[in-house]
């Protein structure tokens, strides 16, 4: 069983930066994995970037791309979200999820799931 804690929402104005964090209750060393989750009011969830185990690989939406930067550390079994420039559009719940061990795909395949942390940001 892995817990995931997310922290760092808020309300911003447009054109200003949050950082998000996850905390992780055991070590996800065996998970490929790690990303960060949005699902805005009647939209659907989307993956907004993952990281590959140890940092060897990241991925992001295109929405976000040169904005967000996602990163971990895995001594603190923490993962982060650190946004820059944010729009309205980047409004949602922001979730952390981590991978079933050994799945490759990182679009898919989600094993744990934090609760949740808001995003607002106003124009």
């Not at 993962?79 to 420039?85: E, G, P, R, T, W």
Request: with cysteine.
């Amino acid at each position: 069983q892995v817990q995931l804690v997310e922290s760092g929402g808020g309300s911003v104005q447009a054109g200003g930066s949050l950082t998000l964090t996850c905390v992780a209750s055991a070590s996800t060393d065996s998970r490929p994995c790690m990303a960060w989750f949005r699902q805005a009011p009647g939209k659907e969830r989307e993956v907004v970037a993952y990281i590959r185990i140890r940092g060897t690989n990241t991925y992001y939406t295109d929405s976000v791309k040169g904005r967000f930067t996602i990163s971990q550390d895995n001594a603190k079994n923490t993962l982060y979200l650190q946004m820059n420039s944010l729009k309205p559009e980047d409004t949602a719940m922001y979730y952390c999820a981590a991978s079933f061990p050994y799945r490759f795909n990182c679009l898919t395949n989600y094993e744990y799931w934090g609760q949740g942390t808001q995003v607002t940001v106003s124009s």
